[in-house]
């Protein structure tokens, strides 16, 4: 495998007098959309700060394309912090292509890239209105507009679809997706963990500090859960030491086993088991959060 693209290596980092990371690890591959979770104070905003240098004091190496980020730096970089940083006196398309010519847009490619923008997250008749004068939730499209105008190659994005309603969430989501489908990299900061499981390739919990978990989005669920399996069968269930049985009705069951499906399907056979449905149980990442931070944690973030 290449090179990360993002490397963090031991990293700490003490603000005050609380360690808010601890000797924290892990890499992000060019390419991949890559998640990184905790509960509210767990760290996140502070290593994503800390690795585009807005933090400077801190323990270990965090570089990005292979060198410390610094304004100036050959890696054009889309930030998407969780506050608001537009302009609220000026008009929304002046906004957007003041942020396209400080990425070195002309005025005449920004403007045009801008209204088609627009267009997309459907505020083409806002052009003109003045920021403060839009909702937090066009706000938060302008926003993400003010990231992706130059196609940056690496986006990072700090709770990108807060607050949204489930069309113009999957409407962002989209825009998102297709900076990904043009090659870029893209850290998600979210808790929204159905956003996670079908768009991110891998992610990181942390955990006071620490790296809870590490890994594609199965790797994690099967590091707090054993896979499971719902049968539906005529009769009895045979007993067996190869798998054990979680819970059961008068015709179904859901199993444990350390045997792969295919095995504990054919142990079940040759058992004697009249199965009808034969199907794998994937826990969801909500019930590995819940695992991992808690009841009090999950009440916390919503």
């Known amino acids: 495998m290449s090179d990360p693209f993002i490397h963090v ?13 601890k000797n924290l690890s892990f890499e992000v591959h060019k390419g991949e959309t890559f998640a990184l ?21 801190f323990n270990g190496l965090l570089t990005i394309g292979g060198e410390p980020f610094h304004p100036g730096s050959n890696v054009q970089v889309g930030y998407l912090p969780e506050e608001r940083g537009l302009y609220a006196k000026e008009s929304v398309l002046d906004c957007l292509v003041f942020f396209g010519q400080l990425r070195g847009m002309t005025t005449k490619n920004a403007v045009a890239w801008s209204l088609n923008y627009l267009n997309q997250v459907d505020l083409r008749d806002k052009a003109k209105v003045k920021v403060a004068k839009l909702s937090s939730g066009q706000q938060q499209k302008i926003q993400l507009g003010t990231c992706i105008i130059n196609d940056p190659e690496l986006l990072i994005l700090d709770e990108p679809t807060k607050g949204f309603d489930p069309v113009n969430r999957q409407l962002l989501i989209d825009i998102i997706m297709q900076s990904k489908a043009r090659g870029a990299t893209i850290i ?29 989005v199965e790797q994690v669920k099967r590091m707090y859960y054993r896979p499971q399996v719902k049968v539906h069968f005529r009769g009895a269930l045979p007993e067996s030491d190869q798998y054990t049985v979680v819970s059961s009705s008068e015709d179904s069951a859901v199993l444990e086993s350390d045997l792969d499906d295919s095995h504990l399907l054919r142990t079940l056979v040759e058992k004697g088991a009249e199965i ?3 199907f794998v149980v994937a826990p969801s990442l909500d019930k590995v959060f819940l695992q991992i931070y808690g009841a009090a944690s999950s009440r916390a973030r919503s």
């Open 188 to 216: 998600f900061v979210t808790h929204q963990m159905d956003e996670v499981e079908r768009l991110c390739d891998r992610l990181l919990l942390l955990k006071d500090g620490y790296a809870a978990a590490y890994g594609t």
């Open 276 to 278: 009808d449905e034969f």
């Open 37 to 57: 979770l905790g509960s509210n104070g767990s760290g996140k905003t502070t290593t994503l700060r800390a690795l585009l240098g807005i933090y400077s004091e």
């Open 9 to 21: 290596d031991e990293f700490g980092i003490t603000l005050g007098d609380k360690d808010v990371i």
